[in-house]
């Protein structure tokens, strides 16, 4: 199952949008006017390229699902969600880095504008559907930040890796990035819960910091719980065990 977590460009939408939020903010590329035009239509080909690649990752990712159900008789991938940046975060990232309000700006430093978020059964799940999605001759890792082996310090777990997928236009191939978070189903609930408390800003400082503490807890007691529940997935269950993330590529093809 893929939630999705906007629905499709809407280019009319997306063109007055950009368009009124570049004519407001204060940046010295201000003065474009000229150029306004072309900028806009450059954002919005671009973000139609990155939704090509997260809709390219999520189909690979539906076929290795489909093949474990065939091969082990075991579906790894619970479910998926997908979701294109908003054209207010991208514009709010790039200002927040002091970079330039441009295209190749946010194609050099935004590796997060398509995601894929991938919620597993099981911790071997997670490893092992990484893995087999890494070893596809067409894409590339280009980075790998392991917070399952090397929780975050709030207990927070997730598997995040950043693809190159080719998006096939009548240019060529545009290689593109997609992170992609690959998780367990506790990890996933466990990190809506934080995530919703990070941004509750009207719970008194005391409550705030007993409540992260027994998430931090929580986070611990799930990590022991999934450990004893994979061991009996394996005794139970052929699927393929993998404990190490997938390895960055050494050459880099974008765009």
């Known amino acids: 199952m893929i939630l999705d977590r906007q629905s499709r460009i809407n280019t009319t939408e997306l063109r007055t949008r950009l368009g009124l939020m570049l004519s407001q903010m204060d940046q010295p590329f201000a003065d474009m006017q000229d150029d306004a035009v072309d900028l806009v239509t450059g954002f919005l080909d671009q973000l139609q390229v990155y939704e090509g690649a997260m809709y390219e990752i999520s ?4 076929i290795l699902d489909s093949e474990f159900q065939v091969q082990f008789s075991h579906d790894p991938i619970h479910h998926m969600e997908r979701r294109l940046k908003s054209i207010e975060s991208i514009l709010g990232k790039l200002e927040r880095k002091e970079l330039p309000i441009t295209v ?29 999605l890494s070893g596809q001759s067409d894409i590339q890792v280009l980075r790998v ?4 082996q090397h929780p975050k310090q709030n207990g927070y777990r997730s598997l995040h890796v950043i693809y190159a997928v080719p998006v096939f236009l009548s240019s060529g191939a545009h290689y593109t990035p997609v992170e992609v978070q690959f998780r367990t189903i506790a990890m996933d609930y466990w990190a ?8 509750k800003t009207d719970l008194p400082d005391d ?3 007993e409540h992260s503490q027994t998430l931090l807890d929580c986070a611990r007691s799930l990590q022991n ?5 994979q061991t009996i997935h394996r005794d139970i269950n052929g699927a393929p065990r993998a404990g190490e993330p997938p390895h960055t590529h050494d050459d880099t093809r974008l765009g």
Request: hydrophobic letters at 35%; one cysteine or more; glycine letters at 2%.
């Open 192 to 199: 809506s819960l934080e995530h919703a408390l990070r941004y």
């Open 104 to 132: 190749q700006s946010m194609r050099d430093n935004l590796f997060d504008v398509a995601g894929v978020r991938v919620i597993c059964n099981y911790r071997d799940d997670v490893y092992s559907v990484a893995n087999y």
């Open 225 to 229: 719980v999934e450990t004893q529940m």
């Open 145 to 148: 930040k392991d917070y399952i």
């Open 59 to 62: 189909t690979k990712l539906e």
């Open 207 to 209: 409550k705030h910091a």
